[in-house]
């Protein structure tokens, strides 16, 4: 990274090199027929947009999210690692309320880039206030990641309301038996339903293409979490994990951009995939002695993205009993563990756990056995 976007990260200021140099070298988004009055966001901010806007300029190189939405309609988002000097050019599609790719040929960026300078007051910087915000909680992402998680679609569109169908209608579909799983008659003695292991449907994306790829995890339980300290180590579902992803980092970096996706994208989807990976490895135990540089990492991704989250986070009618039970029990095992190696990670975990209780009023410790 160059020197001048390393202060950028340093400071959060801009200064007039930074100015400068971003103005030169900083990517450029293009937004046509984006209509006045919606919401344009990039990365941590977003804002209300007037009857010229046409993009952001000065976008700092490296993978940013940009989301936008319209009255009545789902927020949708993508992700784009800029280059030095990219023009993207995108359009917004009124009709389908919905985000397209524009021609961007050689002929018509050369044709953009040479017309900058009169459409440079159509265009908002990028917050340099928040770039630092936004550096820290997606410190792992990487292209990597970009290829393997976003929907296939052809910009990788997130939208935060995907149409979903059962498991009971797509078997009806395979069978070609429109009533088969559904009615009770002489023909069908029994209504066939699929449910997963809280007893709710089994849904899955009706689009493929507007699937979000996230990794299979196997599921754990409330009741697994619920269970004293010494009864439960998911290390090796954990293994598996790494396995699949490619390395250690990775699993960081899947933890972030379904949160990313779920606080900035509003998609449920990357709520319950973020959950997922925190319920899994907070439930580990030998890899913290195998993996402690990777649970010093997590702590960190963890403490940055608290700071995102409302002050009801925990609170009950959120939903998060289980996210509660489920950070106790990683202090529990982090307290009992023996790390000779890393006896950083203790004091880490302990001074997390503080914090997380005053901002939120949670009691952070399991029960005594």
């Given amino acids: 990274m160059e020197q001048t976007l390393k202060n950028i990260i340093k400071t959060g200021e801009m200064t007039q090199d930074v100015a400068k140099y971003l103005f030169l070298h900083g990517g450029i988004l293009i937004l046509k027929d984006f209509p006045e009055g919606c919401e344009f966001g990039v990365d941590c901010r977003t804002w209300t947009v007037g009857r010229k806007f046409l993009g952001i300029k000065m976008i700092p190189p490296g993978i940013h999210f940009i989301s936008m939405s319209v009255p009545g309609a789902p927020k949708i988002a993508f992700f784009h690692n800029f280059t030095l000097k990219e023009i993207v050019l995108r359009k917004w599609d009124k009709k389908n309320e919905d985000l397209i790719n524009c021609v961007s040929d050689d002929v018509e960026l050369e044709r953009v880039r040479s017309n900058l300078m009169n459409l440079d007051s159509h265009l908002g910087v990028y917050p340099f206030t928040d770039y630092q915000l936004w550096v820290s909680f997606s410190s792992y992402l990487t292209p990597k990641t970009l290829n393997r998680l976003p929907p296939t679609n052809k910009l ?55 699937k979000l790829r996230f990794t299979e995890i196997p599921t754990i339980t409330l009741a697994d979490t619920c269970l004293k300290k010494s009864g439960i180590d998911a290390s090796d579902r954990l293994e598996k994990f790494i396995e699949a992803v490619g390395d250690s980092k990775e699993v960081l970096a899947e933890l972030q951009f379904a949160f990313i996706i779920f606080i900035v994208g509003e998609a449920y989807e990357g709520f319950d995939q973020w959950k997922r990976i925190i319920h899994l490895v907070c439930s580990c135990k030998s890899a913290l002695e195998k993996h402690p540089e990777f649970f010093n990492d997590l702590l960190m991704v963890l403490h940055y993205q608290m700071k995102m989250v409302p002050d009801n986070f925990f609170a009950e009618t959120f939903g998060n009993n289980f996210l509660v039970a489920t950070l106790s029990l990683l202090f529990a095992n982090i307290e009992d563990c023996n790390l000779p190696n890393n006896p950083k990670l203790k004091t880490k975990a302990s001074k997390f756990k503080d914090l997380l209780e005053r901002r939120f009023n949670k009691s952070f410790t399991l029960p005594d056995e």
């Fill in 156 to 210: 990788g569109r997130i939208s935060s309301q995907v149409e979903m169908t059962t498991l009971e209608s797509e078997t009806e579909k395979q069978l070609n038996d429109p009533h088969g799983l559904s009615i009770v008659d002489k023909e069908h003695r029994g209504r066939i339903r699929f449910s997963d292991e809280s007893g709710l449907p089994v849904m899955n994306t009706k689009d493929d293409d507007s």
